[in-house]
């Protein structure tokens, strides 16, 4: 029942474009007349204009339900907020920022029942996992296609990490297991992973 406001503030116009201070303000419910300030997301944008890229509650993400708040701040940069408010004080904090050359995804990539974040980067694209470790510190890892050779994994929210053939098969999946991304033994595949073996 809690509500999420973005706004853009303080406009400023330099070579026939206006700029602008985003700010995001969380309300524990629409009847709350003194909104709680989350803070200034960022600041001489022009993007916004345009609108935000993605205000969405999303759940299990790191073991907790957030805001995420996404915002393009750049020709190839896109900023991901995730924010998460206590239910019974309304007390909010920020989980984690992220940046990439586009929108932050969350995937189950170590299989552990919890969503990570995935966010790309650069060309050939490289990606960076942001978990949290046993200490409940957030960690990240780098996945850099250079360390792969050439073998052409790819990742998807629905898939994770895998690597496909021409007509788009699954032939192997990556899961993160201690500090790296490990191919997974044929056997803990589905029939899905194979749809040519169905039958």
Avoid at 124 to 134: F, K, Q, R
């Amino acid at each position: 029942s809690s509500w999420l406001e973005i706004l853009r503030t303080n406009p400023r116009e330099e070579n026939h474009t206006v700029f602008y201070d985003v700010y995001a303000c969380y309300l524990r419910s629409i009847s709350d007349d003194q909104p709680v300030l989350l803070g200034r997301l960022t600041d001489y944008n022009h993007y916004v204009g345009s609108g935000l890229d993605g205000a969405e509650y999303v759940e299990n993400v790191l073991g907790r339900d957030c805001w995420k708040i996404s915002l393009s701040c750049g020709a190839a940069c896109v900023m991901s907020w995730y924010f998460t408010a206590d239910p019974d004080t309304g007390a909010v904090q920020l989980l984690l920022e992220v940046s990439g050359t586009g929108v932050a995804e969350e995937c189950d990539v170590d299989g552990d029942g919890e969503l990570e974040v995935v966010t790309t980067f650069g060309l050939p694209m490289a990606w960076t996992i942001y978990d949290t470790a046993a200490s409940g510190r957030c960690v990240a890892y780098t996945l850099d296609q250079d360390s792969y050779g050439t073998v052409p994994i790819t990742f998807s929210p629905e898939e994770g990490f895998v690597v496909t053939d021409d007509t788009g098969a699954v032939m192997a999946r990556y899961l993160l297991e201690e500090n790296c991304l490990k191919r997974q033994p044929a056997l803990s595949f589905s029939l899905r992973d194979y749809p040519d073996a169905a039958g």
